[in-house]
């Protein structure tokens, strides 16, 4: 069956270190891929997407993220984070031409001051 | 603001109560989704729509039933609540063009109880 996977399930991180979320994915064919965020008592917010073309894709907040096809890998990234990236991150993806989105378990980030 | 707007926002049932959880978007989306979320398990797709008057069922159907009888409104409904059932619930739209999906817009949730 296809899945998601998120390596990390909790991070905790000083304020100016650098993030890398990983995430892959069980597919061959198709996808579109997503990150999304989970502010504390929030809904779900997209960070960035990755549909086709250039696989270094920025986002919003100075997140970024790279498709690695060979790895089945969309791993998240951010040079710096702040205190207020406190949050879930999530990665998504669809598979082919299913109209499901498929979402890992999640990742809780923590930044301390 | 154009978005997905779910009610209720908070509701506590006894076990063996039913409820219905209303989704709508003014985004003339054709797709529509409800998922929950549990902690730890991310967001598991309960059933989903592809348009006005389909219904299809996703990962964790049992116990709930929707209806898609407006293109802009998504029911969930619990016939029977089981504690089990206890969950954040969220609703989804999206916009496809052919096999790319241009993002889902999520509602602000809806966190169920059940005693």
């Known amino acids: 069956a296809q899945s998601v996977s998120q390596h990390n399930h909790h991070v905790i991180l000083s304020e100016a270190a650098s993030l890398e979320l990983g995430c892959n994915y069980s597919?061959?064919?198709?996808?579109?891929l997503f990150w999304y965020v989970q502010y504390p008592g929030q809904h779900l917010q997209l960070l960035l997407k990755?549909?086709?073309?250039?696989?270094l894709v920025k986002g919003i907040k100075g997140f970024e993220a790279e498709f690695i096809k060979s790895k089945f890998s969309f791993n998240l990234r951010k040079p710096s984070v702040q205190w207020s990236d406190t949050a879930e991150y999530f990665c998504?993806?669809?598979?082919?031409?299913?109209?499901?989105?498929?979402f890992g378990s999640g990742t809780r980030l923590l930044v301390r001051p | 603001n154009a978005g997905v707007t779910q009610t209720p926002k908070f509701r506590v049932l006894k076990t063996g109560q039913s409820m219905t959880l209303l989704c709508a978007q003014d985004?003339?989306?054709?797709?529509m989704y409800w998922y929950r979320q549990d902690p730890g398990m991310g967001l598991r797709l309960i059933h989903y729509?592809?348009?006005?008057?389909?219904?299809a069922k996703g990962e964790v159907p049992d116990g709930y039933n929707v209806s898609r009888l407006k293109k802009q409104n998504f029911l969930l409904g619990l016939e029977s609540a089981a504690p089990s059932q206890t969950s954040v619930y969220f609703c989804?739209?999206?916009?496809?063009?052919?096999?790319?999906?241009?993002?889902?817009?999520f509602g602000s949730g809806t966190r169920l109880t059940v005693v």
């Open positions: 597919y061959g064919g198709t996808v579109n």
């Open positions: 998504a993806v669809n598979l082919g031409s299913s109209y499901k989105l498929i």
């Open positions: 985004m003339n989306h054709e797709y």
């Open positions: 989804a739209s999206s916009y496809w063009s052919g096999i790319t999906n241009y993002g889902y817009t």
């Open positions: 990755y549909f086709s073309g250039d696989p």
């Open positions: 729509s592809v348009g006005e008057g389909t219904t």
